[in-house]
């Protein structure tokens, strides 16, 4: 069974840093692009950043400047440098990846994982 397991959120004081992980384990081919998305209390989940097998990023305006998504495709893992936090920031972070099958060749799914929760407080 395929499964996306975050890692690393916590409380964090205004300006801090935080690092995500999110692992991908089980039988599979590979993963194409991975993602981060967030949901606050009240609101709808909204993405944050995406990634590319190959590394090209597409940051939300909200996590320009102060967030870094990086993968390591020999691991199947994606983290989120979150930097200069602030208390708009707070959510539950997910993270979803297309994950490639073996078989069928070429099949493709998204999974999601359960999600970290990340809070800002002083």
């Known amino acids: 069974q395929v499964q996306l397991v975050e890692s690393g959120g916590g409380l964090v004081q205004p300006g801090g840093s935080l690092r995500l992980s999110c692992a991908v384990s089980g039988s599979i081919f590979g993963i194409n692009a991975m993602d981060w998305y967030r949901q606050a209390p009240g609101k709808e989940r909204g993405l944050v950043v995406t990634?590319?097998?190959?590394?090209?990023?597409n940051y939300a305006d909200s996590a320009k400047g102060r967030f870094t998504i990086s993968r390591d495709n020999a691991k199947n893992t994606v983290y989120l440098q979150m930097n200069s936090l602030k208390p708009e920031d707070p959510a539950v972070y997910y993270c979803?990846?297309?994950?490639?099958?073996?078989?069928?060749?070429?099949?493709?799914?998204?999974?999601w994982g359960q999600g970290t929760q990340v809070t800002v407080s002083s």
């Open positions: 979803k990846g297309q994950v490639i099958e073996r078989w069928p060749v070429g099949a493709t799914y998204d999974e």
């Open positions: 990634i590319t097998r190959d590394g090209s990023t």
